[in-house]
């Protein structure tokens, strides 16, 4: 059973466009919704993360849109450009529960094209 | 500013053999955590420790086992390599609650 599924698996940009990542959980009780990013050979990094308290979190290029109700939430990459070619991946946590475990989505593969 | 430390980086083992991932952070981090990565498959969790002196199961901890040594260790072992075991490991470390983890750069597994 995957509790959060991440879309498209990959995605092809080209530089200045817009990269939108999509991902949807199933556990009502996830209450932190962070998005990481990882280098081939690297491992992966916390770029930005959200509450369901808030819709959107922007942090420079990065913003992140959240739909409770939905169960869905979003990765919009503005201007994307070519140093932004990474695997991405949504995850989502429970701390309320006193561990601060990760659910991971499967990742997208995004490449920016020059 | 070392972060989360593991060792190896790259290892072949033959079916069978047993070895142990060592994992080490310096931030004085009271969670741990072990992750494979296999493609298409994203991160899943194997096991973790919540704090020094406790451990418990992920969602993939079949033919694992770990030891929490002291707040800063978190050793992985592999008693009976199969190939199914063929995966990128990574440790990882935070504080409880809505915070960041930080994770080593990965051990690479080739199980033949």
């Known amino acids: 059973q995957q509790q959060v599924k991440q879309s498209p698996q990959s995605l092809i940009v080209q530089k200045g466009g817009i990269s939108i990542i999509n991902c949807a959980y199933e556990n009502t009780a996830f209450d932190y919704f962070p998005w990481y990013q990882q280098f081939p050979g690297k491992g992966p990094a916390l770029l930005i993360a959200i509450r369901p308290d808030v819709s959107e979190k922007k942090e420079g290029r990065f913003t992140i849109s959240f739909n409770k109700s939905a169960k869905q939430f979003s990765l919009h990459i503005m201007d994307s450009q070519p140093g932004d070619s990474a695997t991405y991946f949504c995850a989502a946590s429970n701390p309320n529960s006193g561990y601060s475990t990760l659910t991971f989505g499967k990742g997208t593969m995004l490449l920016v094209s020059p | 500013n070392a972060g989360v430390t593991q060792t190896p980086k790259f290892q072949v083992l033959k079916t069978g053999q047993s070895m142990t991932l060592q994992c080490a952070q310096d931030?004085?981090?009271?969670?741990m955590y072990w992750y494979r990565q296999d493609p298409g498959m994203g991160l899943r969790l194997i096991y973790y420790?919540?704090?020094?002196?406790?451990?418990d199961k992920g969602e993939v901890p079949n033919g694992y086992n770990v030891s929490r040594l002291n707040k800063r260790e978190f050793s992985l072992r592999l008693e009976s390599a199969a190939p199914s075991q063929t995966s990128v490991y990574f440790c990882?470390?935070?504080?409880?609650?809505?915070?960041?983890?930080?994770f080593g750069q990965g051990t690479r597994l080739t199980v033949v």
């Open positions: 420790s919540a704090s020094e002196g406790t451990t």
């Open positions: 931030m004085n981090h009271n969670s």
């Open positions: 990882a470390s935070s504080v409880r609650g809505y915070t960041e983890a930080f």
